[in-house]
């Protein structure tokens, strides 16, 4: 079993700092489409998740493929 980055004992508790500076609790695009006009959106500040128009803003969070 792989560990989170933000938490190496496991217990799934975010703290501020632990492996990300200024992460915004707003809205972050998924990389899977739903349509060709709309995607799939997560939001960090309550866990929502929804679809949106692709022409909206918001944020991106960078990551590299698997192992």
């Known amino acids: 079993r792989k ?3 933000s ?3 496991g217990t799934g508790q ?3 700092g632990n492996a990300f500076l200024e992460v915004q609790l707003s809205k ?3 990389a899977s489409p739903q349509t ?3 995607s799939w959106y997560v939001d960090i ?3 929502l998740l929804d ?3 692709v022409n909206i803003k918001y944020y991106v969070w960078p990551v ?4």
């Open 14 to 16: 975010w703290q501020e």
């Open 36 to 38: 060709k006009y709309s």
């Open 28 to 30: 972050y695009w998924t």
């Open 45 to 47: 500040y309550n866990g």
């Open 3 to 5: 560990l989170s980055l």
């Open 51 to 53: 679809t949106d128009k």
């Open 64 to 67: 590299r493929g698997g192992d």
């Open 7 to 9: 938490n190496a004992l």
